[in-house]
């Protein structure tokens, strides 16, 4: 590995990605361990308002820029009856949710989720049940949430205190139905059948909808691509968007791949959006498919996998990954490759938003605090609206067991059309050196650097807990300047960094 050499990459307004969604901002609520119940919501907490929602938790949600929001799941919507989570919430029935062998009290429900998805400023997006049930649950469920009124489920809605209809626009045609582990596993050609009749159902009821059809699980699986297709070639020209789920962790001590996960992330995009294009000439369809990445994170699977889930507890502590800077490292690259595919990513949600693998911990009764990965989402959503430009990285490179040959320099950057302001996020993949980084600007009237936050720290297991949640914070990078037509900066190693040009 050498550094002898700066990065370097052209920045002009004419070479162009696409328009950021601000959907690709998203992240996901699923009724799993501590997520709802102590986590968005804790009746009685002293920070809880009239609606049990805790207020310490909206507050960062709205500092975090989150915009979509998926619901209810993930696992937990193959088990899901929507009934049991509308009108009073003591009339509710108590379930068995197999998928996390969890007690669910339904207390937090439909009314409540679109309470907190308002609240915090940001878009519903709703999963149907796809496992157990079917079309029929499907509509039902469509017609209760947005019939403005003057029928059996519409007008059950206004009973239960919501007149106006939720709006739901953006619709998940089940999750993860590719997977072995899914309550109602189903082969790609019976999904596809199952998924193209729900969609035709739905669209009956209302064909402005955004539906969203079930990719794979991860590019690792043995029916990847081949699932995608299958499933398109029933459900092309009914939905707008396939999902894909990937999730990332450090394994065998293998850090420099780790590191690296971001091209395996912008493998599987490209990869699904070969099969799309390849379905949609085949069908000689002038449509186009987006992408939903609609789970992603760094989740450490293997030491989940390792232990029994509870016996049947209500909002049990699972999956809650207390991050590292070296985590937040990596999933600022992740950030950088789903903008780098803007033009193709219209929704992505980080998964999940509260205690489960989340950028936000709580405790019950006690405080709220951010993770290390909060800090680069919060940066990404707030700065990366707008244009992205198109980067082709020219550095200097290491070498990874999983990936082979990779670039120090991962980057992009973002326009903002309204003011002109650039935006860089890049990431130093190296661990022991800084990497000097030279960015020539073409065709931007810019003048000087606004801001340069870096994110990293001497100690990589330096992570932020109840007892220090200050520990990682970004800070100033030093030296950073524009001059003729030039950025310069170095960056730091192992390191995320946020540089704004005005």
């Known amino acids: 590995m050498s550094t002898a050499h700066p990065a370097r990459f052209t920045l002009d307004p004419a070479f162009t990605v696409g328009e950021v969604d601000p959907r690709l901002f998203g992240s996901f609520v699923e009724h799993l361990g501590r997520c709802v119940y102590t986590g968005v919501f804790e009746p009685g907490h002293p920070r809880a308002d009239?609606?049990?929602?805790?207020?310490?938790?909206?507050?960062l949600v709205r500092e975090l820029g989150v915009t979509a929001i998926r619901y209810p799941g993930g696992n937990?919507?193959?088990?899901?009856?929507?009934?049991?989570?509308?009108?009073?919430?003591?009339?509710?029935?108590?379930?068995?949710?197999?998928?996390?062998?969890?007690?669910?009290?339904?207390?937090?429900?439909?009314?409540?989720?679109?309470d907190f998805v308002r609240k915090v400023g940001g878009e519903p997006m709703m999963a149907v049940n796809l496992g157990t049930r079917g079309v029929a649950e499907a509509r039902e469920l469509l017609e209760y949430a947005n019939h403005p009124g003057g029928t059996a489920l519409s007008d059950l809605r206004a009973a239960h205190g919501d007149k106006e209809p939720y709006g739901i626009r953006l619709w998940c045609l089940g999750n993860e139905m590719d997977g072995p582990w899914q309550t109602g596993h189903k082969t790609a050609a019976e999904y596809g059948r199952l998924a193209a009749e729900t969609a035709r159902a739905m669209r009956q009821l209302d064909d402005s909808l955004e539906l969203v059809a079930c990719g794979s699980s991860s590019q690792a699986m043995?029916?990847?691509?081949?699932?995608?297709?299958?499933?398109?070639?029933?459900t092309y020209d009914l939905v707008d968007h396939i999902s894909l789920h990937a999730y990332y962790e450090e394994t065998d001590?293998?850090?420099?791949?780790?590191?690296?996960?971001?091209v395996d992330m912008e493998s599987f995009i490209e990869n699904v959006v070969a099969t799309c294009d390849h379905v949609g000439a085949r069908l000689k369809s002038p449509k186009r498919i987006n992408l939903s990445f609609d789970e992603w994170n760094v989740w450490y699977q293997r030491r989940f996998q390792a232990e029994p889930l509870p016996d049947w507890e209500e909002a049990p502590r699972l999956l809650e990954d207390n991050y590292t800077v070296t985590d937040a490292v990596v999933f600022g690259s992740l950030l950088i490759a789903l903008l780098r595919h803007a033009d193709r990513v219209a929704v992505a949600c980080l998964a999940q938003l509260v205690n489960v693998i989340a950028p936000i911990m709580t405790e019950p009764g006690g405080p709220a605090w951010r993770q290390t990965t909060?800090?680069?989402?919060?940066?990404?959503?707030?700065?990366?609206?707008?244009?992205v430009l198109e980067v082709r990285v020219q550095s200097p490179t290491y070498t990874t067991a999983k990936y082979g040959e990779?670039?120090?320099?991962?980057?992009?950057?973002?326009?903002?059309?309204?003011?002109?302001?650039?935006?860089?996020?890049?990431?130093?993949?190296?661990?022991?050196?800084a990497l000097p980084l030279e960015v020539t600007l073409h065709g931007l009237d810019l003048e000087r650097v606004a801001e340069h936050s870096v994110l990293a720290d001497a100690d990589p297991e330096a992570r932020n807990t109840l007892?220090?949640?200050?520990?990682?914070?970004?800070?100033?990078?030093?030296?950073?300047e524009l001059a003729g037509g030039v950025?310069?900066?170095t960056l730091e190693p192992m390191s995320w960094n946020m540089i704004r040009l005005v």
């Open 50 to 59: 009239e609606q049990g929602l805790r207020t310490d938790v909206l507050e």
């Open 76 to 114: 937990f919507v193959s088990g899901y009856r929507w009934e049991d989570s509308v009108g009073p919430a003591e009339q509710r029935p108590r379930r068995l949710d197999a998928a996390w062998r969890s007690v669910e009290s339904n207390r937090f429900g439909l009314a409540e989720y679109i």
């Open 222 to 234: 043995d029916t990847f691509a081949a699932w995608e297709a299958t499933v398109l070639a029933e």
């Open 253 to 262: 001590g293998d850090r420099d791949s780790f590191l690296a996960s971001a």
């Open 374 to 387: 909060f800090f680069p989402f919060a940066q990404a959503s707030r700065h990366g609206r707008g244009q």
């Open 406 to 433: 990779v670039p120090l320099l991962h980057a992009t950057a973002v326009r903002d059309e309204a003011t002109g302001a650039v935006t860089v996020f890049a990431v130093n993949r190296g661990r022991h050196a």
């Open 467 to 480: 007892a220090d949640p200050e520990r990682v914070i970004p800070h100033r990078g030093e030296g950073a």
């Open 487 to 489: 950025l310069r900066a």
